[in-house]
Nanobody
Framework: VQLQASGGGLVQTGGSLRLSCAVS????????MSWYRQAPGKQRELVAS????????????NYAESVKGRFSISRDNAKSTVALQMNSLKLEDTAVYYC?????????WGQGTQVTVSS
């Protein structure tokens, strides 16, 4: 399984960005997909995840408290992609964002994409 993340960049506080992660080499619909982030000097943390579910784009979602109501994770099983829509961005959202694919016992990481929020 290979993951290719894109969509990071520089945005002002209150702005929006949409991250996308394209997955190849696996059965996408069977993968639990997540976004993590790592800010300088901090540990990598889970931002959002979406389960496999039973429908084309479905699956239970889970969010870090700090992003609830601002971020939204979605998946498109037909296109083998997962997206993270980030709204009302804050300075503390600045980090490298990583896409993650998991199916027990294996987990695969993407290369990371930088998100910088400026005032």
């Amino acid at each position: 399984v290979q993951l290719q993340a894109s969509g990071g960049g520089l945005v002002q506080t209150g702005g929006s960005l949409r991250l996308s992660c394209a997955v190849s080499g696996g059965i996408f619909s069977m993968l639990v997909m997540s976004w993590y982030r790592q800010a300088p000097g901090k540990q990598r943390e889970l931002v959002a995840s979406i389960g496999t579910g039973g429908v084309a784009t479905g699956g239970d979602t889970n969010y870090a408290e700090s992003v609830k109501g601002r971020f939204s994770i979605s998946r498109d099983n037909a296109k083998s992609t997962v997206a993270l829509q980030m709204n009302s961005l804050k300075l503390e959202d600045t980090a490298v964002y990583y896409c993650n694919a998991a199916r027990w016992p294996t987990t695969v990481w993407g290369q990371g994409t930088q998100v910088t929020v400026s005032s």
